[in-house]
């Protein structure tokens, strides 16, 4: 598969080294305030649908409806997902990684399915709230990259310089 050109050369997104640790960490912060920003405006559009007499402040705490907090814990998890299957099925780069030079993609070098998509986005959770394990197996098995990675047959990789994904 010929991505893309560098001079003379072809590169082969099959051959791009494994991304390290610290740039997987920074895109993630990055792509964080994006889905943090798309999470804002929606939270706004469905508290504006449910309106604010739902929320009750009871012995110093606010209270919210359950509806209310099932509906956003679903967007959320739901906008997510879309965030990152999308950008994943399109060019292998969310905006972080491209900014930090990522690349996800399966290990011939071609972009995921979404099947493999979910399956990545659902397995990453588990890893980064057990004190972020599955991230720090990089840090023991490289050439292999996170358990999220390998349990979901993807590889988060660095591109070079001359990669262009558009």
Known sequence: MKVSVAGDK?????????????????????????????????????????????NQLVDGRVVTDPMQDTVIF????????????????RSGQTLGMIAWRLRTQRPDGSLLTLPQSALRFLLAWPNFFLLGIG?????????????????????VVLVPRSYRPF
């Open 135 to 155: 991230f720090f197996w990089l840090l023991v098995n490289r050439q292999h990259g996170t358990l999220h990675d390998r349990m979901s047959g993807t590889r």
């Open 74 to 89: 679903l967007m959320m998890v739901s906008t997510a997902f879309g965030f990152y299957a999308w950008f994943w099925a």
């Open 10 to 54: 072809q590169e082969n997104p099959a051959d791009f080294p494994i991304a390290g640790l610290s740039r997987r960490l920074a895109a993630l912060l990055y792509d964080g305030f994006l889905v943090a920003a798309i999470w804002m405006i929606l939270g706004y559009l469905i508290q504006f649908a449910f309106g604010t007499d739902t």
